[in-house]
């Protein structure tokens, strides 16, 4: 099993930034990708960024391109969420997920494992 741990949400004004972090734990030699979800109160989780276990692919939903920005430090199984220029619909629980899968994985489905989420709230 793989254990996630999501930290560093909270409250900001429009415009500020945060910064997620999540840490892998457990079997991690079985992950291939990391991602970063939301889920704003009664919407669908959506995808936000997705980032290979190597580091070296990247890639983010259009609606957080040129705000948000994802990475991963190998040394300590961590990777994390830049957020920048932060809007009010940004508000919504951030979760963590890997997937033992390759590829561009934008999809719930193509997760195997999840944290229990980190709350961002932006206000105007």
């Known amino acids: 099993q793989v254990q996630l741990e999501e930290s560093g949400g909270g409250f900001v004004q429009a415009g500020g930034s945060l910064r997620l972090s999540c840490v892998a734990s457990g079997r991690t030699f079985n992950i291939e990708h990391m991602g970063w979800f939301r889920q704003a109160p009664g919407k669908e989780r959506e995808f936000v960024a997705g980032i290979s276990w190597s580091g070296d692919s990247t890639y983010y939903a259009n609606f957080v391109k040129g705000r948000f920005t994802i990475t991963r430090d190998s040394a300590v199984n961590t990777e994390y969420l830049q957020m920048d220029s932060l809007k009010p619909e940004d508000t919504a629980v951030y979760y963590c997920?890997?997937?033992?899968?390759?590829?561009?994985?934008?999809?719930?489905?193509?997760?195997?494992?999840w944290g229990r989420g980190t709350q961002v709230t932006v206000s105007s």
């Open positions: 997920a890997a997937s033992r899968l390759t590829g561009t994985l934008k999809t719930s489905m193509e997760y195997d494992y």
